[in-house]
């Protein structure tokens, strides 16, 4: 047999064959990332394929820097590196040295090449965030003038406040030309002096809501001096204008609710706090009623009237008494001089002589009492119970009565 070669030197032919190809040395191959492994070693193993076939790839940690995203399977990516054989399996993959998105993943570059910019400038800071006012009167809207999205802030604001104003500048929202009309609308909205803005529009792919990607509208967003909210796409998307905003709002609705208050709570807090006031001010009424009362009574008993009359009372009441102590008084009076009465009538010389005995007095007036006061020839005057007698001394004479300790003579 002639010209047997080993595996080995196949593989090796073939490589050189691979290696002295200018074209595999650097290509670029696009196709959709399938059986994407990141190896502990740091390595990235995966597969590109379209709808003809596959190829086998490998991007070593050396060259990890060409990558910006994480590869994830299912991704559209353009691959640049060169394509050769691994001898050991006879296989040929591509050895990638750089890989970007295709399509939309260009547009996630600029995204995150953008983002990445703006917010090493600090312009995602939460410092610079302006509170969003909780009372507004105005509210302005820059987004397209028909959709879903000004559809739902109108309904959503005059549902939860209807005296609110909504002013509208239709912006265009997509194609060319939508950053520069978002922007004039901000500014000019801006001058109108409006409470709050909302920048937005309805939900969209990465191209119809790159407008809101743009750096343009991001600086007119940041540099603007009225708060400003975000609603752009669905909950699930993201814009660099979400970022710069003052506010983010999932959706336009939400937005509507963020900006303007429901002033039927307002309604409601007030009918309860005019309740709390009608009862603070009835108890308080009452307590104050209640109050005057009893300063009334207080000035009622203070009166000089009730002074004069509770004074006319005492005088009343200590003339009651005056005369209830003369009444007891007199009678005690009374009682004692009948006493004295009776002992008087006891010792009255009228009572003796009433009972037959006489009263002697001699012509000066002294009372005879002995026969040593008697003369003979002396006149004397004897007092008896119906007169007075006038007698003549003719004769004295001693005599002892019995019980009497006085002796007299004729």
């Known amino acids: 047999m002639k010209n047997v070669y080993t595996v080995k030197q196949v593989n090796a032919y073939i490589k050189n064959m691979f290696t002295q ?62 394509v050769n054989v691994y001898e050991r399996d006879g296989k040929y993959q591509l050895y990638a040295k750089e890989i970007v998105l ?54 959503v604001a005059g549902r939860r406040n209807p005296y609110v104003q909504l002013i509208l500048y239709p912006a265009q929202v997509q194609g060319e030309g939508a950053a520069k009309s978002i922007v004039r609308g901000i500014r000019m909205l801006e001058k109108k002096k409006v409470d709050v803005l909302i920048v937005g529009r309805g939900g969209g792919s990465i191209e119809d809501l790159w407008a809101f990607n743009e750096e343009t509208v991001a600086r007119a967003i940041f540099e603007c001096a009225v708060p400003v909210i975000s609603a752009v796409g669905h909950e699930t998307d993201t814009t660099i204008a979400d970022y710069v905003a003052d506010l983010r709002a999932p959706t336009p609705s939400a937005a509507a609710e963020l900006a303007v208050y429901d002033v039927r709570s307002a309604f409601e807090r007030i009918s309860a706090y005019h309740a709390a006031l009608r009862r603070a001010m009835g108890v308080e009424t009452e307590k104050r009623r209640k109050l005057l009362e009893h ?19 005492y005088a009343s009441e200590l003339e009651t008494r005056l005369r209830a102590c003369m009444g007891d008084k007199l009678t005690t009076d009374r009682h004692r001089m009948a006493l004295c009465i009776e002992k008087m009538k006891g010792l009255s010389p009228l009572t003796k002589l009433s009972q037959g005995y006489a009263y002697v007095q001699s012509a000066d007036g ?45």
């Not at 196709?31 to 740091?42: F, I, L, P, Q, R």
């Not at 007075?388 to 009565?401: D, G, L, M, V, Y």
Request: proline residues 3%.
């Open 295 to 313: 300063m009334a009574l207080r000035l009622k008993l203070a009166h000089p009237r009730q002074k004069l009359n509770d004074s006319r009372q």
């Open 21 to 82: 190809d200018f074209m595999l040395n650097r290509i670029y191959v696009k196709g959709e990332v399938s059986n994407c492994k990141y190896h502990t070693s740091g390595h990235i193993y995966f597969s590109l394929k379209d709808e003809s076939g596959a190829i086998a790839c490998v991007m070593f940690a050396g060259s990890r820097s060409g990558l910006a995203f994480r590869m994830q399977d299912g991704q559209q990516v353009i691959a640049l590196g060169s």
């Open 102 to 155: 295709d399509g939309i993943g260009a547009l996630y570059e600029r995204f995150e090449a953008l983002k990445k910019e703006l917010g090493e400038m600090g312009m995602f800071a939460p410092e610079y965030k302006q509170p969003i006012p909780k009372y507004v009167r105005s509210v302005g809207i820059v987004t397209a003038p028909t959709g879903a999205a000004v559809r739902d802030i109108i309904n």
């Open 366 to 410: 002294k009372n005879i009492r002995s026969i040593g006061q008697a003369e003979e020839g002396a006149c004397l005057d004897v007092f008896v119970s119906d007169g007075k007698i006038r007698a003549q001394i003719i004769s004295t004479e001693s005599a002892e009565w019995q019980g009497s300790g006085q002796k007299g003579g004729a």
